[in-house]
């Protein structure tokens, strides 16, 4: 049915065309942003996950520091969270990034 409406539409088929491009190049913006942005929030989650193990060593082998336990937990979920954003951000790349390429 939309077929046959661009076909009677004066210009309807180079309407359609030109559309189709204009999908086409949003489609290959979105997905340069998303390519971009996934590997900066990977790189960003390594990051964080390797000075949080860092320093959790450091912090756990001084004993009896004040607050040592806050900022065993505070780096414990910097990893953790590093960790689901690791995850997340895989689950975007196999399932949004490569729906859309």
């Keep these: 049915e939309a077929d046959l409406t661009l076909f009677?539409?004066?210009?309807?088929?180079e309407a359609a065309l030109q559309y189709a491009k204009m999908w086409c190049r949003y489609a290959k913006d979105l997905l340069a942003w998303m390519e971009k942005r996934i590997s900066l929030e990977q790189e960003f989650a390594k990051n964080v996950m390797k000075?949080?193990?860092?320093?959790?060593?450091?912090?756990?082998?001084?004993?009896?520091?004040?607050l040592?336990?806050?900022?065993?937990?505070?780096?414990?979920?910097?990893?953790?969270?590093?960790?689901t954003s690791r995850r997340t951000n895989e689950l975007l790349q196999s399932r949004c990034y490569q729906a859309l390429a």
Excluded: H
Excluded at 8 to 13: F, T
Excluded at 70 to 83: C, F, G, P, R
């Design 8 to 13: 009677r539409c004066e210009n309807g088929v």
């Design 51 to 66: 000075t949080a193990e860092g320093a959790k060593i450091t912090v756990a082998q001084q004993e009896l520091m004040p």
């Design 68 to 83: 040592q336990y806050i900022y065993t937990m505070a780096l414990e979920q910097d990893i953790k969270n590093s960790v």
